[in-house]
C-alpha cells in the first residue's frame, strides 16, 4: 500500500488504483477490486501486469513500447500491461493512462510477502475475506488524506494470517531482519524444474530472466543441468520477537511501515494506524452494517435477477440479528471463537412486489429469497415521499383549486401522509397528501389549505383521487414563528472524574459498559448492558437488547380530511431515517462526544447520517444518595454524592413533531429511558375566530384564530429484551394487599387496625404478561429465580413508570386500534423471538393487525424462568392548548429500571471504577 495523497480528496469519491506482481487475472487482485467496487465509495483503477511477473517486480522496460490493454472488470476501469510490476506502478502514476493522480495505491493482494522478507509462495488463501479485512486500514488511510493527516510518500506492508476468518487483530509492527535464504539444488528430472511464476517475459535489454515455458536445446544437451530454488530454510528461521513475521505467526494482521520515515511521521502513523485498529479490535457481533456492508449487500442484490426488474428500490436492509446463544458465547468466551456469519436482511421493491432476502455477507451470496405476499407493505422511501410531496404541484386539477382560492402554487408545499387500513381491499401502496400555504412563513404546519384531499399511487407516482370539498380561511402567518430569538446557553459535559471510553460501537462509563448501535427503523439500540459488581469485580448483564419498536399517533377527527391521519412512524417512515443532526448547546452540550450512523438509500447505497447520536454526561444538580446524621454525640456527619449519570441521545423529527429520546444510565445500576415531545402540532383550518362562536364539534382546541389543534394520542413501544443475570427470568407481580388487624384486643398488641403486605404472583404465561397498571398497587420486576443476594433474596430489576400509564381508549373494532391493539395494555411479556421485534409488525404500512404483539402475545407461551421480553408504552393523551402554539413546550415521559435486590447493597457505596480495556 502506498499513501500518495496530498489532501486532495474533496466531494468526489477517493481514488484507489491497484497493481500487483502476480498479474491482472490472479484471484488476489480481482478479490481485491470486487470488494473495494462493492462498498461504492471509491472509484477504482487497475494497472497491473498482464501476466505473473513476481520475480521482476523492481525491473522497468526501456528497450520497447508498452501495450495497455482494457480489460474488463465490473465497476473497475482496468488495464493490463505488457511490462513489470515497476512499469505498471509508473504508468498508473504518470498521469499518462489516467486523466489524474490516484488518493492511494494497493499493490495486491499477492501470495507472499515484499523485498524478499519471509517470502514463502501458495500458502494462503487469497479470497474476499483477505480483502475485506484490510478494509478498516484502507477506509483510516483514506479518511486522514481526506483530513490531510496522513504521511506522504510511504509504503505499508499489510501481511495477513492464513486463517484470516479468526485473525485476533490488527498489529502495527516493524519489519524483521531475517531475510529467506534462498538455495539451489540440483535435480535430475526435467519434472522436478519447480516454475515458480506461470509466465516470464524476455527482455535481454532489461537484463530480466526469461521463462516462456519453453526448453532451449541446451536443457536436452549432455552437459546442461537442471536447478530449482530450495526454500527449505524457511523451516528453520529464526523469527524475531515483535517484527511482522511473529505477530503473523500468531495469527494477527499486521501492518509494517516501509521506508524512511520521521519520528514525526512514524509517531502519526502510529496514531493513525491504532484509530483503525481499535476499531477492528473492538469488533462486536451486532454492530450495525458498515458503509461497506451495506454497499456490498446491495451490489449482491442488484447482481441478482433483482437487478433487472423494474424500479428496484431499497426499503429496509439492516443487520440480520445473529443467533443470541451464539453472540452470548462469543461475548463471554475469553479466547472468542468465530464470530457470528455477518448476515444482512433486505426488503426490496420490484415490479410491483415486496422481495425479502438475506445475504451472506462472508460468502458474497445470497442466502434466501422469497416474495412476501403477506398483509401491509414495507416504509416509505425519501425518494418515495419527496416525489409526492412534488406531484400536486402539476396536477391541473389541484392547480385549479388553488387559483380558485387566489393563492400562488409557488408558495405552495404539500406533505404525503400513510393513510392505514379501514376493511378495504388494497391493491396498491397510497400516500394522501395535504397541502399547506408558507406565503413567507417557515411554521409550515401552521397553515393548512383546508378541504383538498390527494389520494397517490406510490408505486405508479400518479394521483388516483383527487377532492376539493370545500373552502375555509388560511390561518394567518404573523405570530406562528417558532425561531427563537435567544442565544443558545454555552454548557458542557464530562463532569465526572472518570469520563467515558468509546471503542468502535462500545462504551464504558462508571460502572457500566454497553454497545449502542444506529438502525434506519429503530434508531438508538442498546445491546449487552452489563453493570460491574464491586463485590465480585465482574460485569454482571441487564439488557441484551433495548429499543424503539414503534409509535403509534391517532388524531381524534373521524371527518373525511382527517379520519385516516393514525400514523405508525416507525413502520410507515423509519425513526432512525429521521433523525436529525444534532446541534451543539441546543440537543447536546458543546463538547459531547457525536456519533453517525449509517443507513441504505433508495438505491441500496450506504448514507452516512452525521452527528444522530450523542454521548455526554449529564449532571442532574441532585443527589443520588444523601444523608445527615445527627445522633452521634459531639458530631453532625453529612455525606452523599452527585446525581451524575451517562445519556445517550437522539432526536427525531417526524413531520410536525420532534421526538428527543434518552437512554440514561445512572451508578446505583439503574437505566432510566426517556422520551421528550415537542414540535408543532398539527392543525386544522375554520372559520371560527373565537371559541363564543363555535357551535359543533372541533375535535380539538381553539389555539389562535382560524386555527384548531386536534386531540391525539402518542404511544412509544419500547422493546426491552432483559437478561437479569442470565436468560431465565420471571415476571414477578408484587401487590400491595391491605390486611387487617385482628388481635386489637389483646393487651400486647398494636392498636393500628390495618397495615398492607406484599403478595407476589410469578406469571406463567404470556396472558399473564398483559398487565394494566393503575388498577391496583402493584410493582413489576423482571428476577432471575436462579439467582440469589447472599442472605437469600431473588435478583431482579423493577420497572418504575415516571407517570401514569396511559392506554387507548379507542374501540376495540375501530380499525386503527386493530394495527395497533398492543396498545391496550402498558406492559406485556413475551417469549423471547428473535423475529418478534416490531410491536406493529415488520410491515405496518396498510397493516391489518395480524402481525405483531398482540398476535404473539395470543399464542399464550410460557414466560416463567424463561428467555423473556418485556414492552412498555410510554403513552400520551394529547388535548392541546394555547401555550402549545405556535411551537410546543416539551412534554416528557419515560421509564426506570432499577435494581431490586440485585446488589448486596447500595452500588454508590463504595463503587470502584473498573479501569480495564473495553
Not at 457481533?285 to 433483482?306: A, C, M, R
Request: glycine letters at 8%.
Amino acid at each position: 500500500m502506498e499513501l500518495n495523497g496530498e489532501g486532495r480528496i474533496s466531494g468526489k469519491r477517493p481514488t484507489i488504483m491497484v497493481t500487483n506482481d502476480d498479474g491482472i487475472d490472479a484471484h488476489g487482485l480481482r478479490a481485491l477490486v470486487r470488494v473495494l467496487v462493492s462498498t461504492n465509495l471509491y472509484d477504482v483503477r487497475v494497472c497491473a501486469p498482464d501476466s505473473e511477473k513476481s520475480a521482476v517486480s523492481h525491473s522497468i522496460i526501456w528497450s520497447r513500447p508498452l501495450t495497455a490493454q482494457r480489460v474488463e472488470i465490473d465497476g473497475a476501469e482496468a488495464y493490463a500491461v505488457s511490462g513489470t510490476p515497476a512499469d505498471c506502478t509508473g504508468l498508473g502514476l504518470s498521469e499518462a493512462l489516467f486523466p489524474s493522480l490516484p488518493d492511494l495505491v494497493l499493490s495486491g493482494i499477492n501470495v507472499g510477502s515484499n523485498c524478499g522478507y519471509n517470502m514463502k509462495y501458495g500458502d494462503i488463501n487469497v479470497n474476499d475475506l483477505a480483502a475485506q479485512a484490510c478494509l478498516p486500514i484502507i477506509d483510516g488511510i483514506i479518511n486522514a488524506i481526506k483530513n490531510k493527516t496522513n504521511p506522504k510518500k510511504c509504503f505499508l506492508n499489510i501481511d495477513l494470517p492464513t486463517d484470516i476468518a479468526n485473525h485476533k487483530g490488527y498489529k502495527l509492527t516493524t519489519q524483521g531482519k531475517s531475510l529467506t535464504k534462498m538455495g539451489w539444488i540440483q535435480v535430475e528430472k526435467e519434472a522436478q524444474r519447480v516454475k515458480m511464476l506461470s509466465t516470464m517475459s524476455m527482455e535481454t535489454d532489461s537484463g530480466v530472466i526469461s521463462d516462456n515455458n519453453t526448453t532451449s536445446a541446451h536443457h536436452h544437451s549432455q552437459d546442461s543441468r537442471l536447478f530449482k530454488r530450495d526454500v527449505s530454510s524457511l523451516r528453520n528461521m529464526v523469527v524475531e520477537e515483535g517484527t511482522d513475521l511473529h505477530f503473523l505467526q500468531e495469527g494477527f494482521i499486521t501492518v509494517t511501515p516501509i521506508g524512511a520515515l520521521s519520528q514525526i511521521r512514524i509517531l502519526t502513523l502510529i496514531i493513525l494506524l491504532q484509530c483503525v485498529f481499535n476499531l477492528g479490535l473492538h469488533f462486536h457481533p451486532l454492530d450495525p452494517l458498515t458503509p461497506q456492508e451495506i454497499n456490498k449487500t446491495s451490489f449482491i442484490v442488484k447482481k441478482s435477477h433483482l437487478g433487472t426488474l423494474k424500479d428496484l428500490t431499497f426499503h429496509y436492509l439492516d443487520l440480520e440479528e445473529p443467533n443470541k446463544t451464539h453472540v452470548l458465547q462469543w461475548l463471554s468466551s475469553k479466547k472468542p471463537p468465530q464470530p457470528p456469519r455477518r448476515r444482512s436482511l433486505v426488503v426490496v421493491r420490484a415490479a410491483g412486489q415486496t422481495y425479502e432476502l438475506i445475504i451472506d455477507l462472508t460468502s458474497g451470496k445470497i442466502g434466501s429469497s422469497r416474495i412476501y405476499t403477506g398483509h401491509g407493505f414495507p416504509s416509505f422511501t425519501f425518494i418515495e415521499l419527496f416525489k409526492a410531496s412534488k406531484l400536486p404541484l402539476t396536477f391541473p386539477s389541484f392547480k385549479k383549486s388553488i387559483l380558485d382560492r387566489s393563492l400562488n402554487i409557488s408558495e405552495v408545499s404539500c406533505i404525503p401522509f400513510s393513510v392505514g387500513w379501514y376493511e378495504e381491499t388494497i391493491t396498491r401502496r397510497e400516500v394522501k397528501a395535504s397541502c399547506f400555504y408558507r406565503d413567507g412563513s417557515v411554521n409550515v404546519f401552521t397553515r393548512p389549505i383546508e378541504g383538498i384531499t390527494i389520494t397517490i399511487d406510490v408505486d405508479s407516482m400518479k394521483v388516483v383521487k383527487y377532492s376539493d370539498r370545500f373552502i375555509k380561511p388560511i390561518p394567518d402567518k404573523e405570530g406562528n414563528d417558532f425561531r427563537t430569538k435567544h442565544k443558545p446557553f454555552p454548557f458542557s459535559c464530562n463532569v465526572s472524574d472518570t469520563g467515558f471510553k468509546i471503542l468502535g460501537n462500545k462504551i464504558k462509563w462508571a460502572n457500566w459498559k454497553f454497545h449502542v448501535g444506529f438502525t434506519a427503523r429503530a434508531g438508538i439500540t442498546i445491546s449487552t448492558a452489563s453493570v460491574l459488581d464491586t463485590r465480585t469485580k465482574r460485569f454482571r448483564r441487564v439488557m441484551y437488547r433495548g429499543h424503539l419498536s414503534e409509535t403509534f399517533v391517532p388524531y381524534m377527527d373521524p371527518t373525511y380530511d382527517w379520519y385516516f391521519r393514525t400514523f405508525m412512524d416507525i413502520g410507515e417512515f423509519g425513526f432512525g431515517r429521521s433523525a436529525v443532526n444534532l446541534q451543539p448547546l441546543i440537543d447536546c452540550p458543546q463538547n459531547a462526544a457525536f456519533l453517525d450512523g449509517y443507513v441504505a438509500g433508495p438505491d441500496g447505497t450506504a448514507q452516512q447520517m452525521s452527528n444522530v447520536m450523542c454521548v455526554f454526561e449529564k449532571n442532574g444538580y441532585s443527589a443520588s444518595f444523601r444523608h445527615t446524621e445527627i445522633n452521634v454525640p459531639g458530631q453532625v456527619i453529612t455525606s452523599g454524592e452527585a446525581d451524575i449519570s451517562l445519556v445517550v441521545r437522539m432526536v427525531a423529527t417526524l413531520g410536525n413533531y420532534d421526538y428527543i429520546v434518552d437512554w440514561e444510565f445512572k451508578k446505583n445500576g439503574a437505566i432510566r429511558v426517556g422520551v421528550d415531545l415537542t414540535g408543532v402540532l398539527e392543525v386544522k383550518a375554520t372559520s371560527y375566530t373565537s371559541n363564543e362562536q363555535i357551535t359543533e364539534n372541533t375535535y380539538g382546541t381553539l389555539v389562535a384564530k382560524n386555527t384548531i389543534a386536534i386531540n391525539h394520542d402518542h404511544y412509544l413501544t419500547y422493546y426491552l429484551d432483559l437478561d437479569i443475570d442470565g436468560n431465565g427470568n420471571s415476571l414477578v407481580k408484587a401487590k400491595l394487599k391491605t390486611v387487617r388487624v385482628t388481635d386489637v384486643h389483646n393487651k400486647t398488641s398494636s392498636p393500628r387496625k390495618s397495615y398492607w403486605t406484599v403478595v407476589k404472583e410469578t406469571a406463567k404465561t404470556e396472558a399473564d404478561g398483559r398487565v394494566r397498571l393503575g388498577s391496583e398497587p402493584v410493582e413489576l420486576l423482571i428476577v432471575n429465580p436462579q439467582k440469589k443476594t447472599k442472605i437469600g433474596n431473588t435478583v431482579g430489576y423493577r420497572l418504575i413508570p415516571e407517570h401514569l400509564p396511559v392506554t387507548s381508549l379507542l374501540t376495540d373494532d375501530d380499525y386503527p386500534e386493530i394495527r395497533a391493539s398492543y396498545t391496550k395494555y402498558p406492559v406485556w411479556v413475551t417469549a423471547y423471538n428473535r423475529s418478534e421485534k416490531w410491536a406493529g409488525g415488520f410491515y405496518s404500512d396498510r397493516s391489518r393487525g395480524d402481525d405483531g404483539l398482540a398476535v404473539w402475545s395470543s399464542r399464550n407461551r410460557e414466560i416463567e424462568n424463561k428467555d423473556i421480553v418485556m414492552w412498555y408504552n410510554v403513552g400520551f393523551h394529547h388535548i392541546p392548548y394555547q401555550e402549545d402554539f405556535p411551537v410546543m413546550p416539551t412534554l416528557h415521559g419515560g421509564f426506570t429500571l432499577r435494581p431490586s435486590n440485585f446488589f448486596d447493597n447500595d452500588p454508590l457505596i463504595a463503587s470502584g471504577v473498573d479501569k480495564s480495556d473495553l
